[in-house]
């Protein structure tokens, strides 16, 4: 299978350049960190993939484990997630069920309390 080989020059990738808003320095170092395991090469006017399998290469950083734990991860706090909604769909219910003692309308109907209607004492009076 015949490799692409597309050449890369980190100061066409800046903002105002056509592959996207980033710097001219992130790119490089981008591809500096692909160059030591093999994944990009510097070549005259600028960078192309390397010879290096990126399998191989994920393999050797332990790519595959990293991913194992990010989804475990990911799972237990889905899990976790799941179980909460289920205590707020349980508490909604509740709610919703809930037969207030007085009801509400009369409460309503009895009007404004005495407490909340008059104006506010004065300091208490000391003798």
Request: aromatic fraction near 6%; hydrophobic fraction near 35%.
């Given at each position: 299978m015949a490799r692409r080989t597309t050449l890369v020059?980190?100061?066409?990738?800046?903002?105002?350049?056509?592959?996207?808003?980033?710097?001219?320095?992130?790119?490089?170092?981008?591809?500096?960190?692909?160059?030591?395991?093999g994944l990009a090469e510097r070549r005259q006017?600028?960078?192309?993939?390397?010879?290096?399998?990126?399998a191989r290469v994920a393999q050797q950083l332990g790519a595959p484990e990293l991913l194992?734990?990010?989804?475990?991860?990911?799972?237990?706090k889905r899990a976790e997630w799941r179980a909460l909604l289920t205590l707020a769909e349980v508490s909604l219910t509740l709610i919703?069920?809930?037969?207030?003692?007085?009801?509400?309308?009369?409460i309503a109907d009895q009007g404004v309390p005495l407490w909340a209607s008059d104006e506010a004492p004065g300091p208490p009076v000391t003798a």
């Open positions: 020059n980190p100061s066409n990738c800046g903002a105002n350049g056509t592959r996207g808003a980033r710097s001219a320095e992130a790119v490089s170092a981008g591809l500096r960190a692909l160059a030591e395991h006017g600028g960078w192309v993939r390397g010879p290096a399998d990126p194992a734990d990010i989804l475990a991860r990911d799972w237990c919703d069920d809930f037969v207030h003692p007085v009801p509400h309308q009369d």
